[in-house]
């Protein structure tokens, strides 16, 4: 689903995306993309920032109450606040216009390449064996059935912030790198700011109730990366 106002840009980004095969849907205004998502339920949709109607941050705040769809957000303005307020509410990645079109579909195609579960748990799934729920104190992650709950009560996560908690997981005595997650989460051939990890750590650990000074679930390892925490 390509919601994009300027017709000439998503043209062009919605037959690259036809040759890569997808089935695309294409609107311009943001109100009509929400009720859109809801009809279309894309695997992929890509949002521009400034929409009429609703804008892009608020398209994708809304979307993200029904659809785990993946989502990148195109912007024209190149300050950080609006990247930050654009991943902050779920969005996976995001690109500067002008954009090489080339390179979103590297990226979309990187995106749709990861597992229903985390890379990193992929040796379990492969053998069939049944992986054990993963706890730390009051939060408990099942990797399989791609659920966690902090004292029991259910915690909604997207795709990309389920894969980071679970990567972290994998092994939680160590530290993982920026880079690391990256190649974890995204993939070994994604190109970008790695800093987006950092929102996305951000937004994991208020999701959970989580504080970056206390560490319970997620602890940061100042100049190295994150690790997890014992839950205390």
Not at 123 to 146: H, K, M, Y
Not at 183 to 207: C, F, Q, T, Y
Request: contains cysteine.
């Amino acid at each position: 689903m390509v919601v994009e106002d300027e017709k000439s840009l998503a043209d062009v980004v919605a037959t690259y995306l036809e040759r890569e095969g997808f089935e695309v849907t294409v609107c311009g205004d943001g109100t009509e993309a929400v009720a859109l998502a809801r009809h279309v339920d894309p695997d992929v949709i890509v949002l521009d920032l400034g929409l009429p109607g609703l804008d892009g941050v608020e398209v994708c705040r809304q979307v993200r109450t029904h659809s785990d769809a993946y989502i990148v957000m195109l912007t024209a303005r190149t300050d950080e606040v609006d990247t930050l307020i654009g991943l902050s509410v779920g969005s996976d990645d995001y690109m500067t216009k002008p954009f090489s079109p080339r390179e979103l579909m590297a990226r979309i195609q990187a995106m749709m390449r990861r597992p229903r579960t985390s890379t990193a748990t992929g040796a379990a799934s492969e053998t069939g064996a049944d992986e054990p729920l993963r706890e730390f104190g009051d939060l408990v992650i099942d990797v399989q059935g791609r659920e966690v709950t902090v004292a029991g009560t259910p915690v909604a996560l997207t795709r990309t912030e389920f894969d980071i908690l679970a990567s972290l997981s994998r092994d939680p005595g160590v530290v993982c790198s920026r880079p690391q997650l990256i190649a974890s989460v995204w993939g070994p051939n994604w190109v970008g700011d790695d800093h987006l990890v950092d929102v996305h750590i951000g937004h994991l650990r208020r999701k959970l109730g989580d504080e970056a000074t206390r560490g319970r679930y997620v602890r940061t390892v100042r100049g190295v990366g994150y690790r997890m925490g014992t839950g205390q």
